[in-house]
């Protein structure tokens, strides 16, 4: 085989170097910086001729670059953030959480007038009932000729929970087959896991979250102080995602959410005042305990999510918890971070049975998740019918190559389980039922169900 390297920088879209007579020739093709028009996304690729004048393979690279940043007031005048994204096109356009926008509505216009940037914004429900095609297409004719017109290069600014980071963030993807946008999360979910994901989507007809495709935001900005308005409920919810990383992926996060993770909770991340009083000192050292818990989340979670941008690998330990309970969720109408929550108990509870945790590490896990009043069971987990079910319809999602359960080796660290065979599931679902059955409440948490929050 004749290889007929190139060097990368000299071609520049002219492909008469593959000579019809040779045999199989490779040519890496790199496009020239002086075309490019988009600062977050380049590529490169090469083509191989096999030298019949037959047959050619195509492989191309995609690079994307997503930054994540953590702000302090994103909307303060003072803060130039927004404005250095917008000031150069003099315009911003906006798609924003309509509890957001009555909460925040006012500082955000301030915000873009006071630095001379129109302001275009729709305001838009995004209630999990809202994560439908036909809102997508809604922000589509926002986005497109009709509307803002809206070019491929120019950023759209999401502001709002994981449902709207999930519904706008597939429509900049299908604007213009890819359009740039900045999120702003503004519920724990949204701030380190939905809103810097990749994974954009809307629920399908059957399944949620069933049509989608990977587009992540090119800047992600997480100021924790939209936690403040946040219901009580959602801050639990965020924080089971933020256990699921620390016990597969940070020990050291995992120890601050037992030595913090209550006041947290009862604070909103250090952005309301504590019960028990506290005085200015104690109340920062808790603001930079709140950030270094939310930083590590998000790190701990785009190391593995953002490097694999297509799933294209299921050595994924931020779907811990997330193996059996899309099934069970629904069935038991739970809270999608109680489901999380009781998932990540009972994948200890195999872990244990399969020798892979040792059971002073699966109570540790569970008195975390107990202290922050998420539950670790529900009597749907004995319905095992439904659990092998759930396993089969995971096998399916990722790839068929196995189940890949992620589950804990210890604090801090995880494997993946190939597959679960049904006697080992009924097994581990009994000794998690007894290791429950001895905790306050049955190892209920607070808030469980959906009908607890009226969102039925
Ligand atoms: N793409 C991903 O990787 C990924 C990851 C996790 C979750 N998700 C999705 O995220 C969604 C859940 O997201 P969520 O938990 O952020 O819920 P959400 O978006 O429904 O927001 C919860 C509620 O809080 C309101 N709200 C938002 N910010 C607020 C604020 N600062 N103050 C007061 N109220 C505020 C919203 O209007 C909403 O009523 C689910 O649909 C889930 O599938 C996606």
């Known amino acids: 085989m004749v290889q007929a390297k190139l060097h990368p920088t000299s071609l520049t879209g002219n492909l008469q170097s593959i000579s019809p007579s040779e045999s199989e020739q490779v040519i890496q093709f790199k496009h020239s910086d002086k075309y490019r028009t988009s600062e977050w996304y380049s590529g490169h690729g090469q083509i191989a001729a096999s030298g019949d004048n037959r047959s050619f393979e195509v492989s191309a690279t995609y690079t994307l670059k997503a930054e994540v940043?953590?702000?302090?007031?994103?909307?303060?005048?003072?803060?130039?953030?927004?404005?250095?994204?917008?000031?150069?096109?003099?315009?911003?356009?906006?798609?924003?959480?309509?509890?957001?926008?009555?909460?925040?509505?006012?500082?955000?216009?301030?915000?873009?007038?006071?630095?001379?940037?129109?302001?275009?914004?729709?305001?838009?429900?995004?209630?999990?009932?809202?994560?439908?095609?036909?809102?997508?297409?809604?922000?589509?004719?926002?986005?497109?000729?009709?509307?803002?017109?809206?070019?491929?290069?120019?950023?759209?600014?999401?502001?709002?929970?994981?449902?709207?980071?999930?519904?706008?963030?597939?429509?900049?993807?299908?604007?213009?087959?890819?359009?740039?946008?900045?999120?702003?999360?503004?519920?724990?979910?949204?701030?380190?896991?939905?809103?810097?994901?990749?994974?954009?989507?809307?629920?399908?007809?059957?399944?949620?979250?069933?049509?989608?495709?990977?587009?992540?935001?090119?800047?992600?900005?997480?100021?924790?102080?939209?936690?403040?308005?946040?219901?009580?409920?959602?801050?639990?919810?965020?924080?089971?995602?933020?256990?699921?990383?620390?016990?597969?992926?940070?020990?050291?996060?995992f120890e601050l959410m037992e030595q913090h993770g209550a006041r947290l909770l009862q604070t909103h991340f250090a952005t309301l005042d504590s019960d028990e009083g506290s005085d200015k000192d104690s109340n920062e050292a808790l603001a930079q305990i709140a950030d270094e818990v939310i930083y590590r989340a998000l790190f701990s979670y785009m190391k593995h999510e953002g490097t694999n941008m297509f799933e294209t690998y299921q050595d994924r330990p931020h779907a811990y918890g997330h193996t059996w309970s899309p099934r069970f969720e629904p069935a038991a109408k739970l809270m999608h971070g109680h489901a999380v929550a009781i998932g990540m108990a009972f994948g200890a509870s195999l872990a244990v049975e399969m020798g892979w945790l040792k059971s002073a590490d699966r109570d540790r896990i569970i008195a975390l998740c107990q202290a922050l009043e998420l539950s670790v069971y529900d009597p749907i987990l004995e319905d095992v019918d439904l659990m092998l079910e759930g396993q089969k319809n995971m096998r399916r999602k990722r790839g068929d190559g196995g189940l890949w359960a992620p589950l804990p080796t210890g604090i801090g660290s995880c494997d993946y389980a190939q597959e679960v065979p049904p006697e080992l599931l009924q097994a581990a679902i009994i000794s998690h039922q007894q290791c429950c059955s001895t905790l306050p409440n049955q190892g209920r948490g607070k808030e469980m169900y959906l009908h607890d929050l009226g969102l039925e």
């Open 69 to 253: 940043k953590l702000v302090e007031g994103v909307f303060e005048i003072a803060n130039p953030t927004l404005a250095q994204a917008y000031c150069r096109r003099g315009r911003c356009v906006a798609i924003v959480d309509q509890t957001v926008a009555q909460l925040y509505g006012e500082a955000l216009s301030n915000y873009f007038a006071h630095h001379n940037i129109a302001l275009e914004v729709l305001t838009c429900r995004a209630w999990e009932s809202d994560k439908t095609p036909d809102t997508v297409h809604r922000l589509l004719k926002f986005l497109g000729k009709d509307g803002c017109d809206v070019s491929r290069n120019e950023p759209v600014l999401v502001v709002g929970g994981g449902v709207l980071s999930d519904v706008a963030g597939l429509a900049c993807a299908l604007h213009h087959r890819r359009t740039p946008y900045i999120m702003v999360g503004t519920t724990v979910v949204a701030a380190i896991d939905a809103g810097p994901s990749p994974r954009t989507c809307t629920n399908g007809t059957q399944f949620k979250n069933s049509l989608g495709v990977y587009h992540p935001p090119a800047l992600t900005l997480v100021d924790r102080n939209f936690f403040r308005t946040l219901e009580t409920g959602h801050i639990r919810n965020g924080m089971a995602e933020i256990i699921k990383m620390a016990t597969t992926d940070d020990p050291v996060l």
